[in-house]
């Protein structure tokens, strides 16, 4: 595969469930990004990591957990949603922070 | 923090028109870039241009940077076209995270 590529494409879930968000880039970057974007705002930057360290942690509630194992890897685990946390959520990868983006497919979620 | 402003919100264009769109900013910038989302979710990275010209196909885009502000043109519009553009700049003082703006939403009609 190339690219940026996310698992699952869409997930729906309820308030109790854990789940958890796949990101793989096969671009050889060194940074990885999670956004999210919701209906009728700009997408928003959630959490960047750079040589697998976390730089960028943008004041997101704690049910949202990052864990990037290696630089080709970001996982984003999900716990007691709320329903207003349905969104697109979408990953992407660089060659470091300020360089050109490449996003992967993103993620739809549904909370119930 | 930087303001990203993008004009105009939404846009109809007939097959073939010539279209353009804006990116306003509202510090120094060295890192601009303009995305394409298809109506699937999608974003694609168009040009990375915090200053000069560049050209991809029917697709150009200019960055002045001293005026603060980037077009994106495009020319001979084709149905794929349609979907969302965004404009994303990243501030001057670091390698800060890119800061979206709200896009412009194009629908290209046959």
């Known amino acids: 595969e190339t690219g940026v590529t996310q698992t699952p494409r869409h997930l729906v879930m309820g308030m109790t469930n854990k789940k958890s968000l796949k990101c793989e880039q096969h671009l050889g970057h060194n940074a990885m990004y999670w956004y999210k974007q919701s209906a009728k705002k700009p997408l928003e930057l959630m959490f960047v990591?750079?040589?697998?360290?976390?730089?960028e942690n943008n004041s997101v509630p704690s049910r949202f957990s990052p864990e990037c194992p290696n630089s080709s890897h970001l996982f984003l685990h999900l716990h007691t949603l709320q329903p207003e946390d349905s969104a697109l959520y979408l990953c992407?990868?660089?060659?470091?922070?300020?360089?050109?983006?490449?996003f992967g497919p993103g993620t739809r979620l549904l909370v119930l | 923090g930087i303001q990203v402003e993008q004009s105009p919100p939404d846009l109809i264009l007939q097959e073939g028109a010539n279209s353009t769109l804006r990116c306003n900013f509202s510090?120094?910038?060295?890192?601009l870039q303009w995305f394409h989302q298809n109506p699937w979710g999608q974003l694609i990275n168009l040009f990375y241009i915090p200053s000069g010209t560049k050209q991809n196909g029917r697709l150009s885009a200019t960055t002045v940077a001293t005026e603060r502000y980037s077009l994106l043109y495009i020319s001979s519009s084709q149905t794929t076209d349609s979907g969302v553009y965004f404009c994303a700049v990243g501030p001057n003082s670091g390698n800060t995270p890119l800061v979206f703006g709200k896009g412009t939403r194009l629908s290209v009609i046959a």
């Open positions: 510090d120094s910038v060295n890192n």
């Open positions: 990591y750079s040589l697998e360290e976390r730089v």
């Open positions: 992407a990868s660089s060659l470091g922070p300020g360089t050109s983006l490449s």
